[in-house]
């Protein structure tokens, strides 16, 4: 076996954008009853949907401790998903955006994965050992080179372009919970190092009801090097209006490293989904939360037709070519997350 080459940093390093060609897309299998108020066993019929639809555009590769192999291969098999692999990698929770190694590009040709400390969204929810050593487990399981770094960041609190372009907010990488001891221009300089990339765009806050203290990803998505979808809420009422529109404002000043304007598409808020009896009342639904995979976009939805209709034919003018589907995200929004938060891409070698 080849050695692993060591490392590479900074301007060596390209973040290759979503749409860009994928050998696979990872996630971490559910398998706490604790969670999902109850709904283990339908959020698992959710699972089996979404891995037919990734299989279909590449490898599905799945974290999930070894005793939980046997059922996830039989539940996969009978839902006729034969394009999976299964790793030893025991997990604390699902969300493989946020603890997964981040795949980056070589100056060289080849993959690197970084890997940045993971915390639960600022200590929110015990125990996150496992989770954080997902992204070092993914890198030696690829035997690929893996960049250390000692700052937290989970990968839906940023979004790139794959031209040098990062999103984020401020309400996640600037929390006390996350780094108090970095400043902005610190945070970002780390980005770089980390990524190779040249610009950082800062945001204000997430939408309302969002554990993560405010990811991009459930706001604003890239959908070619020049052009985002941005959530909009139009109903001056609603705990998002505010936020959003603060969000938005600042968006029309979204310019590439090259000094490119960045057009941005609104892209509507689904109705308010309610919990009753839970953590959350307001629950942080939104259609920004897919996943590009090879020629396929997999949006969340939420039983809302009018609103899924709309949101789904938006994304379809944003992707004339690619097949635009929707995956009811329901249950998957009890735990704060969608379609995006639990999947992470492998870029092609």
């Known amino acids: ?15 290759p954008a979503e749409w860009e060609a994928q050998d696979a897309v ?9 969670l999902w108020q109850g709904g283990l066993a339908e959020l698992l019929e959710r699972y ?4 037919a639809a990734i299989a279909a555009e590449a490898e599905l590769r799945i974290n999930a401790a070894a005793e939980l192999h046997e059922g996830i291969g039989r539940l996969l ?7 999976f692999r299964l790793y030893d990698h025991a997990t604390d929770d699902v969300w493989c955006r946020d603890h997964g190694g981040i795949f980056t590009r070589r100056a060289d040709g080849g993959l690197q994965v970084a890997d940045w400390e993971f915390n639960a969204w600022g200590g929110k929810f015990a125990p996150w050992d496992k989770d954080n050593e997902i992204a070092r487990r993914m890198a030696d399981a690829l035997h690929l080179p893996r960049l250390k770094s000692r700052m937290l960041l989970e990968g839906g609190a940023i979004e790139g372009n794959g031209a040098g372009l990062l999103l984020t907010t401020e309400a996640v990488l600037l929390n006390p919970n996350r780094n108090p001891g970095m400043s902005k221009r610190e945070v970002e300089t780390e980005l770089h190092r980390m990524l190779g990339t040249q610009s950082v765009f800062w945001l204000g806050q997430g939408i309302e009801g969002d554990d993560t203290d ?8 890239f959908v070619s090097e020049q052009a985002v979808v941005a959530i909009t809420e139009l109903d001056p009422h609603s ?26 598409v609104p892209l509507p808020m689904p109705e308010p989904l309610v919990a ?23 949006v969340p939805v939420f039983a809302q037709p009018k609103a899924d209709d709309r949101a789904l034919g938006i994304l379809r003018e944003c992707f004339p070519k ?23 891409q492998q870029p092609r070698a």
């Open 276 to 298: 009753r009896d839970w953590r959350l009342e307001q629950l942080p639904a939104s259609y920004a939360n897919f996943l590009i995979c090879n020629s396929s976009v997999i």
């Open 214 to 221: 405010g990811h991009i990803d459930d706001m604003v998505r």
């Open 239 to 264: 705990p998002h209006y505010r936020r959003l529109a603060e969000n938005n404002e600042r968006l029309q000043d979204l310019r590439t490293p090259d000094g490119h304007r960045v057009e941005v």
């Open 1 to 15: 076996m080849n050695s692993i080459p060591d490392p590479l940093q900074g301007d060596s390093l390209r973040w």
């Open 77 to 83: 098999t009978a839902r006729g998903v034969r394009r």
């Open 26 to 34: 990872w996630i971490s299998w559910p398998h706490r009853a604790d």
């Open 48 to 51: 089996a949907e979404l891995a």
């Open 322 to 344: 690619h097949r635009v589907r929707g995956i009811d995200a329901r249950r998957l929004v009890i735990e704060g997350g969608a379609i995006h938060c639990i999947t992470q």
